[in-house]
């Protein structure tokens, strides 16, 4: 017999090398606090069912205690000769109170410990994504309240397009993280279902009772069927999806931060406590962590791909390869985590260039569509308005002439129907705050905005 808690049909050991590479511990030892709750509240089933001696189960419960004493305090080794971290917790449990440990693992599998272990610490952790995922967004409704009349070029192609407000822009980015806000809570319903009690995958021919055991552990339902139990990673997955979704948005956000924060736009300034220096430029200062975010979010799609492949070939219902499902997930937290933390950080703290922003929307023809709306209103079909300003437009770059510098006289050239009552409508302010339809960046509708963002950030 090989001395492993499965050893009883093997011979020989297999290399030290095979070990290590067969070993999760360095991995799942994070999920250490779930594997002891999960096993406690199966103890005390097994006891409340009969299936051992109550005074047995008080006895293992007790013993799980102590472990998570001593793992708090410091005093445990976990050793990669015993593979995982159930079989550590339970090698300790069995140093701890003898032969009886041995009768923890009645009716269940390390099949749907590992699940029930990986559901817990999902589970355990959504409502922190979520907590923070809401911070930031109160610190971005700030922002975009101060905001909601600084006037900024909005873009598309990356060339101006039509002025907006500063405030407007950051709201995009609150009806994003809202979505992801969704996300993960929707993701909380399959990280809340509880494998435990589907053994290796067909159940169990000892009375246990899932639905107690589910309750102690804080899960809201139970797997129907226990091959599911077993097989599925689905809440992983999503976990991964919902995480890949936010990061891709702080991307774009990144990307922004980038370009508003150089010199050539000069938006924004970044805290010191945000950016950092270059070794050899000392005049430098640069956006490190927006550029990281943008780097770390293909990690991050990187750890989904990962898992998804690590399932797409997998017979029902546990496989080995499952064994490398913890890791990306268990990264991608982390850096979600920090990366939030960093985002609400380096908003909270920047300084908006509101005069760069507010004259880089006078100096440029964004005023264009005014102009053609203008002639809209006074008869004019918008192809035929569209065609005239289009004209004008190129006047204007021939000549280094904005349109509202224009002369009247020039204007009129171009149409009849042009009057001095123009000049109010080309002013950046004036499009802004015309545009109140339902969304738009008029002042007034940015308001109704940030109320509705700042109603729901504070829902649930
Ligand atoms: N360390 C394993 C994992 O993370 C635990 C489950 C092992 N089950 C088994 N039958 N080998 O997936």
Redesign the pocket.
């Known amino acids: 017999m090989v001395e492993k808690l ?1 050893g009883g049909r093997f011979t020989e050991s297999g290399s030290k090398r095979a070990q290590k590479y067969g ?3 360095n ?2 030892q994070q999920m250490i606090q779930e594997d002891i709750q999960a096993s406690i509240a199966h103890a005390l089933m097994l006891g409340r069912q009969g299936i051992i001696d109550d005074a047995d189960a008080r006895q293992i419960v007790a013993g799980l205690h102590e472990i998570w004493a001593d793992f708090s305090a410091n005093k445990v080794t976990l050793k990669v000769a015993h ?5 550590n917790v339970e090698v300790l449990l069995t140093e701890k109170i003898g032969a009886t440990a041995g009768k923890l693992h009645t009716a269940r ?3 749907d ?2 699940a029930t272990d ?1 559901h817990l610490w999902v589970a355990k952790r959504l409502p922190d994504v979520i907590g923070a995922i809401k911070r930031f967004q109160k610190t971005l409704l700030n922002l975009a309240e101060v905001h909601e009349a600084t006037l900024m070029p909005g873009y598309t192609h990356l060339q101006h397009a039509q002025p907006v407000t500063f405030g407007y822009h950051l709201l995009a980015y609150v009806g994003m993280l809202q979505r992801d806000v969704e996300r993960f809570e929707f993701n909380i319903k399959h990280a809340n279902l509880s494998p435990l009690g589907a053994a ?1 995958l067909a159940g169990t021919t000892f009375p246990i009772d899932r639905e107690s055991v589910a309750a102690a552990l804080g899960f809201d339902a139970i797997y129907h069927n226990a091959m599911d139990a077993v097989s599925d990673r689905d809440f992983a997955v999503e976990f991964l999806q919902s995480t890949s979704l936010l990061m891709m948005h702080l991307s774009r956000m990144s990307e922004e931060i980038i370009l508003w924060s150089s010199h050539e736009f000069n938006f924004v300034t970044l805290s010191d406590a945000y950016a950092t220096g270059s070794s050899i430029m000392p005049q430098k200062k640069n956006a490190d962590f927006a550029e990281l975010t943008r780097g770390k979010t293909g990690r991050v799609y990187g750890d989904l791909i990962g898992l998804l492949t690590v399932m797409k070939g997998l017979p029902l219902a ?1 496989n ?1 390869d ?5 890791r990306g997930v268990f990264e991608a937290y982390d850096t979600l985590m920090d990366a939030l933390y960093i985002f609400n950080g380096m908003f909270a703290t920047l300084t908006v260039n509101q005069q760069t922003m507010t004259e880089s929307t006078h100096d440029d023809f964004s005023n264009a569509t005014e102009l053609a709306d203008y002639l809209v209103t006074k008869g004019l079909p918008f192809r035929d308005a569209h065609a005239i300003v289009g004209q004008l437009v190129l006047l204007g770059i021939q000549t280094g002439v904005n349109l509202q510098e224009m002369s009247l006289a020039d204007l009129q050239q171009a149409s009849h129907l042009i009057d001095s009552d123009v000049f109010d409508v080309l002013r950046p302010m004036t499009a802004v705050n015309r545009r109140t339809s339902f969304g738009g960046t008029a002042v007034s509708e940015v308001h109704n905005q940030i109320k509705y963002y700042q109603e729901k950030v504070e829902e649930g």
């Open positions: 499965w070993a999760s511990i991995v799942d593979e995982d971290v159930h079989m599998s390390r099949n410990q590992v990986f290796a546990y080995k499952m064994q490398e499902d913890k």
